[in-house]
């Protein structure tokens, strides 16, 4: 017989699965795992920083940094004050960590002080998705704002992509319409409407196959990633 302890915790883990693997699948997208799967092939052998890794571990010679400890985590430390020399890293991954951040500009500038000249960035950021806070949840770059931090801060872009479509932000979004509706007598409504509308509108995703087709996709992308060089000039500065 199922207790009510028991059925708890095969919802949560039910959440976890859902939020992991349907509802924020964002890195697991084709242009997220190819161009990672490119750089950390190219850098094999080379220094590489996962900025704000949480419990994600890309390779196992990957240096992971993170605010909090967790399994996977090498380095605790904070992205705007980061424990490492200047010019001692090759390439620095960020992942989803720039909005959780209350400065965007002096976490940059940390990047480019690690960096050797030279060095690579690949910098991943939300657009139209719903609030996150991991514990807070500041910012959202449009494809024209990540260019804009990416180069005032003293870095070269090299290529600017779609992490994920239109369809898929519209998804992100419709699901936390859903969600609130869903809570508007009770508070303890809101996951459980959240879970249910993430499975039942997941199929929006599918459209994305389509919006790469238009040259208009980038207003309502579920974010982008920008590969970018540290030039030998910016080291200078």
């Known amino acids: 017989m199922t207790t009510p302890y028991s059925l708890k915790k095969l919802v949560t883990l039910l959440q976890k699965y859902v939020v992991k693997n349907v509802y924020a699948d964002h890195n697991k997208s084709k242009s997220v795992t190819e161009e990672l799967t ?16 949480g419990d994600t571990k890309l390779h196992p010679s990957i240096i992971n940094l993170d605010i909090e400890t967790g399994p996977m985590v090498d380095i605790i430390g904070s992205a705007d004050n980061v424990p490492m020399d200047d010019f001692s890293v090759d390439l620095v991954i960020s992942q989803e960590m720039l909005e959780h951040v209350i400065s965007p500009s002096r976490v940059m500038k940390e990047i480019h002080r690690i960096l050797r000249p030279d060095g690579t960035l690949y910098l991943q950021v939300p657009w139209i998705i719903g609030y996150h806070g991991c514990p807070g949840d500041y910012w959202r770059f449009s494809r024209d704002g ?24 519209f998804y992100r979004v419709s699901v936390e319409a859903f969600a609130i509706l869903g809570s508007i007598f009770t508070a303890k409504a809101y996951k459980p409407f959240k879970l249910f509308a993430a499975l039942l509108l997941s199929p929006l995703k599918l459209l994305d196959l389509l919006s790469w087709r238009s040259g208009q996709s980038h207003r309502l992308a579920g974010g982008f990633f920008v590969v970018a060089i540290k ?4 080291s200078l500065i």
């Open 146 to 169: 990540i260019r804009a931090i990416v180069e005032e801060n003293g870095f070269t872009v090299q290529r600017l992509e779609e992490t994920v479509g239109p369809f898929t932000g």
């Open 231 to 234: 030039s030998t000039e910016a």
């Open 38 to 53: 490119r750089l950390i092939a190219e850098f094999s052998g080379k220094k590489i920083l996962n900025l704000g890794s």
